[in-house]
């Protein structure tokens, strides 16, 4: 099946720090990349989309200025975490539909996670 | 907007017991799969199943899209069944994009 990858898997910061999280589809070409959030013990949550060569597409109440996102390839999409506070740690996955262009039939593929800890 | 809904929120099964999980929709929806996300939180592809009946092993799931439901059913549940187990739906007005269910929460004991 189709891979995605996710770095880092895991990071600690100080707060007021900004954290980039890359994600890649390793075998497959993605037109659109999803990012979500899951706090503990809670479903995920549709952050934003993320479309190559575009500008991205927030859900409601996820500020663009917080959580900035770059698609610049067919296969990367970075979320930074502008000036990050601890109210902002939190499990980030991406995801990316298996051939890459969004349509009805797509099957999501998702990557392994980051989890951010701000300190 | 939509709502999804996962019965039971959690879950305690002996190993060998068999399991019904349920996914309500509030709406119409174009798609709808079914997660597994392990203690570690790798989410892994189950079932992509719009409509109609699948199997998978030990696994199958069902969707009713017009009653606006799916169930996923365990048979023989292993301890390697824990964890969280997701529905996901497909809406395309206006944007494509995928809502999670609430998730229900497995844990099968040896």
């Known amino acids: 099946g189709a891979v995605v990858s996710q770095h880092p898997s895991r990071v600690i910061c100080k707060s007021g720090t900004s954290v980039k999280i890359e994600c890649r589809s390793l075998?497959?070409?993605?037109?659109?990349m999803f990012w979500y959030r899951q706090f503990p013990k809670q479903s995920l949550m549709l952050m934003a989309t993320?479309?190559?060569?575009?500008?991205?597409?927030?859900e409601q109440g996820v500020e663009k200025d917080k959580f900035l996102i770059n698609h610049a390839s067919l296969t990367l999409s970075t979320l930074t975490v502008a000036s990050a506070h601890p109210e902002d740690s939190s499990f980030y996955i991406c995801?990316?539909?298996?051939?890459?262009?969004?349509?009805?039939?797509?099957?999501?593929?998702f990557g392994p996670g980051t989890r951010l800890l701000v300190l | 907007g939509i709502q999804v809904e996962q019965s039971p929120p959690d879950l305690i099964l002996q190993e060998g017991a068999n399991s019904t999980l349920r996914c309500n929709f509030s709406?119409?929806?174009?798609?709808l799969q079914w997660f597994h996300q392990n203690p570690w939180g790798q989410l892994i592809n189950l079932f992509y199943?719009?409509?109609g009946t699948k199997q998978n092993g030990r696994l199958s799931a069902t969707t009713v899209a017009t009653e606006r439901y799916s169930l996923l059913y365990i048979s023989s549940s292993q301890t390697t069944d824990s964890g969280v187990y997701f529905c996901?739906?497909?809406?395309?007005?206006?944007?494509?994009?995928?809502?999670f269910g609430t998730g229900t929460r497995l844990k099968v004991l040896a």
């Open positions: 995801s990316a539909p298996a051939t890459g262009g969004g349509g009805v039939q797509e099957t999501q593929y």
């Open positions: 075998d497959f070409q993605a037109t659109t």
């Open positions: 993320s479309n190559e060569g575009s500008k991205a597409t927030y």
């Open positions: 709406d119409s929806v174009n798609n």
């Open positions: 199943i719009p409509s």
């Open positions: 996901a739906v497909l809406i395309t007005s206006g944007t494509y994009k995928y809502i």
